[in-house]
């Protein structure tokens, strides 16, 4: 079975940072690509980083330079480091994956894994 389960969220001020973890079980996720996506009320998911399973990163250009996106494969875990927080950055984190070990794009229907996210809230 295949699970992936987001923590990390929480409430924040403007400025401040966050660590979100996605842990993955199954050996299904071992060494595929992660990706971070979020949605906020009354908006469509939204990519947000991603990492391949090399290594390799993809960043929306609305999160450059602020957040970071890791993995430690041994323990099937992805990180998102988020730094220099805005109040627009409020939304709901979802980790997601499918099973290919490369970047395959930003549109939540091209993974078929989720997690059931992890809220974040930026205060101003």
């Known amino acids: ?3 992936l389960v987001e923590s990390g969220g ?3 001020q403007a400025g401040g940072s966050l660590r979100l973890s996605c842990a993955a079980s199954g050996r299904a996720l071992r060494s595929t690509n992660r990706v971070w ?3 906020a009320p009354g908006k469509e998911r939204e990519f947000v980083a991603a990492i391949g399973s090399g290594g390799r ?3 929306a250009e609305f ?3 602020r957040f970071i996106i890791s993995r430690a494969n041994a323990k099937n875990m992805v990180y998102l480091e ?3 927080l ?3 950055d409020t939304a709901i984190y979802y980790c997601a994956a499918n099973q290919i070990p490369y970047f395959t794009g ?3 229907t091209d993974y078929n894994f989720w997690g059931q996210g992890t809220q974040v809230t930026v205060s101003s």
Request: charged content about 20%.
């Open 37 to 39: 996506f979020r949605q």
């Open 106 to 108: 930003d549109n939540p």
């Open 63 to 65: 999160v450059k330079g």
């Open 1 to 3: 079975q295949v699970l």
């Open 86 to 88: 805005e109040a627009e």
């Open 10 to 12: 929480g409430l924040v």
């Open 82 to 84: 988020m730094n220099s």
């Open 57 to 59: 990163t993809s960043y």
